[in-house]
């Protein structure tokens, strides 16, 4: 079998980190296959792939078509003048966009793929264009397309030359046939990690460190949130949450991020987030520790592990993360992350967006080590029953068995 990859990103972001995850369990479910990545730039998601032996080809992107992004042009942010924007983008980008595609089929055309499998909003539509004919196309869809206005058109559009739809929880599934409507097949494969990395023993970060701070005491319980920097993805929420809690609890807080994607607008950047954390007072309260390349031994350094969301998150990778570490986890309940954990047993959780919610969980957590125990030992057993990333091949295989024989 042949197949070839798509990303429309070469930063290491949840839906890179799964990709790779995908293409490890793959290789060794099936190690005769073969595998190769088609990347839309140089970057991170390049090294990995190396790393795992999967053969990559990178085919940068136009700056014109990196540029263009509605992420954040709907659902609660989304206003008219934004959507304006992309379209006025997109027009302009058109003979490049063209041009790109051309470049694509070639490449795709020389590796001569059985399935195409694309991972990222531009990559499901280039794709589209760009495979060769006969072969079947499946998106693998790791948010909402019904938040993209431009994206959910583009993908209603095209659903009829997509063979199939995975998609990375029920929440998403369901999304993508609101937008596609029913004909289209979707299949829902939740995200694999790789338990072994993500365990509850080993080394662990020295956040102080990082962050630029003096060592907290002995005592000290750590609080992060790991997450890229989109605005939805709540760095706020943690903030006003700590600033919430009371001073004499002996907490440090973490936001561990960086600036990941190159769409812009949608992002904080960090020097907004630290001057809102200066606004609320919590100077020496909080670190601010940039992009960590190895989120494992990070999360190790944390007592409990936030996840703060203000939109429906559509997985979220660093809950199967924290529970595979054994760690307590706040979930933000809404979307596909609310499929994944049971309140009380393996995390607790607040409302999206809810910071006095927030704040009293943590306080819960802060004040009771055995709690924090008792959900990361729950946590541990949830991750290694349903996230192991060896179930990833499992699930693909009669996948792309189907996808294959409906071409034919
Ligand atoms: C996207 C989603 C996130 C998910 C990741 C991997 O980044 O926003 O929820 O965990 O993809 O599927």
Known sequence: MKIVYLSPSAQLGGAERLLIDLLASLKKAEPSWSLHLIISGQGPLVDEATTIQVPTTVVPFPAALSAIGDAGAGGPAGDQLSR??????LIQAGPAVASYVRRLRRIIAKLAPEIVHTNGFKMHVLGIWAKPSGVPLIWHIHDYPSQRPLMARLLRHYAGRCALV????????ADVSAVCGKELVVRTIYNGIDVEKFSPT???????ALAGLAPAPPETVRVGILATLARWKGQQTFLQAIALLPPALPIRAYVMSGALYQTNGSQHSLAELKSLADELGLT??????????APAAAIRALDIVVHASTQPEPFGLVIAEGMACGRALIVSEAGGAAELIETGVNALGHPPGDAARLAEQLTLLATDPHLRA????????TAEERFDRARLATELLPIYRTALEASR
């Open 166 to 173: 995975i998609a990375n929880s029920g929440s998403v599934a």
């Open 284 to 293: 020496n309260r909080v670190g601010f520790t940039g992009f960590l390349s």
């Open 84 to 89: 304006l924007g992309i379209l006025r983008k």
């Open 374 to 381: 008792r959900l990361g030992v729950a946590g541990r057993a």
């Open 202 to 208: 080993g080394p662990r970060a020295d956040l102080d």
